[in-house]
């Protein structure tokens, strides 16, 4: 560890302005298989935080933007790379199923107990101790399931339920542009379904019913964002490859 440079607080985040009122926040100095997008939308009446990171440098103090105006933030799931400034904002969301871990992430429950150690970083964060790492409760104000709508004024997004990776997963989509905030059910990298509470068969009749979303850009909850096209090759490549291994869907309700 100790050929790793160690990063202060203001140069931690690193925002990147994309199309149609979208902002991406991220974590450059941890490695990308680790390092959560955090997605900040603007709208009229109020702005959208979606995730919030590993928390270990708070977002309020070292992101301007997050604190301009109004704000709804919401967990796309609750393992420890999402949910770790989640405390720092009032009006905070999460699905049913996720909503005990939110308000109690205990390590073992966030995965933060596999995966939040000094393997994570490329610079290491000022301060940081793996063997102390927590992430602070943040009980839930609202709970979306799916069908709800995060309604930000002259903008709506519509939550889906995306189970498989883990139980209370959530996208959000809105139908106007295409933009799909998808979490960690879809992104452009290794997916990844053999945590605790994943569910393959689950994985897989999430993906498929997602599959014919009318996308224009997908920003996901790791790697780089996408379009259509890849959208659903990344899907297929995922259901071939689970029906290959023997694995069959659970029929969705």
């Keep these: 560890m100790g050929s790793l440079a160690v990063i202060d607080a203001p140069g ?3 925002t990147i302005r994309m199309a149609d009122g979208v902002t991406l926040i991220h974590e450059p100095w941890i490695k990308p298989f ?3 997008n955090i997605w900040h939308v603007r709208g009229r009446d109020r702005d959208l935080l979606f995730d919030t990171g590993l928390g270990h440098f708070s977002l309020r103090t070292h992101v301007p933007l997050v604190t301009e105006r109004k704000l709804t933030c ?3 799931h609750t393992h420890f790379d999402h949910i770790g400034c989640h405390h720092e904002f009032p009006d905070r969301c999460v699905h049913p199923a996720e909503a005990k871990i939110l ?3 205990r390590n073992e429950w966030t995965v933060a107990d596999r995966y939040a150690t000094d393997d ?3 610079g290491l964060p000022q301060g940081w101790e793996s063997s102390r790492y927590r992430i602070l409760p943040a009980p839930a104000d609202r709970l979306l399931d799916h069908g709800d709508v995060v309604d ?4 709506a997004f519509e939550v889906i339920h995306t189970p498989g990776h883990s139980p209370g997963g959530i996208a959000l989509c809105e139908k106007k542009t295409g933009i799909l905030l998808s979490g960690d059910i879809i992104y452009d990298g290794p997916l990844i379904d053999d945590v605790y509470h994943s569910d393959i068969p689950d994985y897989m009749a999430t993906l498929l019913a997602m599959r014919e979303l009318d996308v ?3 920003h996901g909850g790791h790697f780089p964002s996408f379009g259509k096209v890849r959208y659903r090759q990344l899907i297929d490549e995922y259901l071939a490859q689970k029906r290959r ?3 069959h869907l659970r029929q969705r309700p």
């Design 34 to 36: 680790f390092r959560c």
């Design 152 to 155: 930000l004024g002259d903008r």
């Design 216 to 218: 224009s850009v997908v």
């Design 12 to 14: 931690w985040y690193e």
């Design 120 to 122: 994570m970083f490329d």
């Design 74 to 76: 919401v967990a796309s």
């Design 103 to 105: 308000a109690d992430p």
């Design 245 to 247: 291994a023997g694995c």
